[in-house]
């Protein structure tokens, strides 16, 4: 039972790690971008939730109707404003704009905040727990895991059943064949950034309800991000899921042999995975 326990814990855990990575997995399938500033963007996220919350007293994810728009915005701007500019069949200028935007975002924060750690209060959601089948399952991972597949189901919907969607499809199969249809590459592209950090806000609240969070540990959530998005397979959604899943479960296994393995074991776990299956478990199939 208790190995079951930690699989399901693992499960429960990978729902977070899949909202970190749905943005990167968005951005990378629509416009081959690599955000290193992806996780300072998820802290972004949380620190807005956690001055909503204190400013204006709401609850933390009542506060996603607040920080969710105002996190689209800053990506749409974000998008229009600096990283269209950088791409093109370099990949280095985005890696280093990007990277330059995380020092930014890290000093702006901790000038903002502090370094002190902090923590959003949501109340009895917190400890709340229930029982299923001798399992004790608290109520916030719980909700984190619906949240990441509505994310991931909601992304999927988005990409193939909508007019937005064949948009992103489009400009990310040709450019320039997509721009001599009428589409406007740049705005498409802004937002599919705004979506993406749209779904990072959901990310960031989260983590600060779950977790106390600071200016500093955005690069640890990227890495998380990027292993999953890579377990996964590249651009495939639902791959991106099953990436959270594996990494979540492999850090609950070696908690359970050692808690000082916790961490390292996802990273085994991902290289091991990655040497066997270079492009992922799941990798998008070109139609």
Do not use: C
Not at 166 to 181: E, G, H, W, Y
Not at 202 to 211: N, Q, V
């Amino acid at each position: 039972m208790d190995w079951l326990n930690a699989i399901v814990q693992g499960t429960l855990l990978g729902g977070l790690y899949v909202l970190f990575a749905a943005g990167l997995s968005l951005i990378f399938g629509v416009m081959r971008l690599v955000n290193i500033a992806h996780g300072d963007l998820i802290v972004l996220g949380a620190y807005l939730g956690l001055t909503v919350t204190t400013t204006v007293g709401l609850h933390p994810l009542a506060a996603l109707v607040i920080v969710v728009p105002a996190m689209g915005l800053i990506g749409y701007a974000l998008q229009r404003g600096l990283l269209n500019q950088t791409l093109g069949d370099d990949l280095l200028p985005p890696l280093l704009v990007t990277f330059g935007l995380s020092v930014i975002l890290q000093n702006g924060l901790l000038e903002l905040y502090t370094a002190d750690p902090q923590k959003m209060d949501a109340g009895a959601l917190e400890t709340a727990s229930v029982t299923v089948g001798g399992l004790t399952l608290g109520v916030l991972p719980l909700l984190t895991f619906g949240f990441a597949v509505a994310v991931i189901w909601g992304l999927q919907w988005t990409f193939y059943r909508t007019g937005l969607g064949r948009a992103f499809r489009a400009v990310s199969d040709n450019q320039d064949i997509a721009q001599l249809m009428g589409l406007n590459r740049r705005h498409i592209f802004g937002l599919a950034m705004a979506l993406a950090l749209a779904v990072t806000a959901i990310a960031g609240i989260l983590l600060g309800i779950r977790t106390s969070f600071d200016p500093s540990i955005g690069g640890g959530r990227l890495i998380f991000g990027f292993e999953a998005v890579i377990i996964g397979g590249l651009g495939n959604l639902w791959g991106t899921l099953a990436g959270g899943v594996i990494l979540g479960v492999a850090q609950t296994l070696g908690a359970k042999i050692d808690p000082g393995w916790q961490i390292l074991s996802g990273h085994l776990a991902f290289l091991i995975i990655l040497a066997i299956r270079p492009n992922g478990l799941f990798p998008r199939i070109a139609a």
